[in-house]
């Protein structure tokens, strides 16, 4: 079982930013071969997709709502996925979770992917 580990979360002021991270904290495991999406869900909202990363780390997608202010990177080295969040809006605020997919679809699927971290909250104040 891999276990994924989002942190970076907190409270901003709208217009501004923040990036998250997210670990591997299994000892022995890697998503380096995986393609990493970030999904969020706000309260009494259902978990939306926020964009993915391929496993090279040469392709994104993102949904239309944060096409341009957000931005996924990977860091295999330290087997680590990012996203940079820029330009936040009070309707960006959610838990923020990272996954990874066993299969490398590269979508937007909640169900393309097999592994998820606990979230970690992301307010953003108007």
């Known amino acids: 079982q891999v276990q994924l580990v989002e942190s970076g979360g907190g409270l901003v002021q709208a217009g501004g930013s923040l990036r998250l991270s997210c670990s591997c904290a299994s000892s022995g495991r890697t998503f380096s071969k995986n393609t990493m999406g970030w999904f969020r869900q706000a309260r009494g909202k259902e978990r939306e997709f926020v964009g993915c990363i391929s496993w090279s780390g040469i392709s994104t997608y993102y949904t239309d709502a944060v096409k341009g202010r957000f931005t996924i990177s990977r860091d295999s080295a330290k087997n680590t996925v990012y996203l940079q969040m820029n330009s936040l809006k009070p309707e960006d605020t959610a838990v923020y979770y990272c996954?990874?997919?066993?299969?490398?679809?590269?979508?937007?699927?909640?169900?393309?992917?097999?592994?998820w971290g606990q979230g970690t909250q992301v307010t953003v104040s108007s």
């Open positions: 996954a990874a997919d066993k299969y490398n679809r590269f979508g937007g699927s909640l169900r393309n992917y097999d592994y």
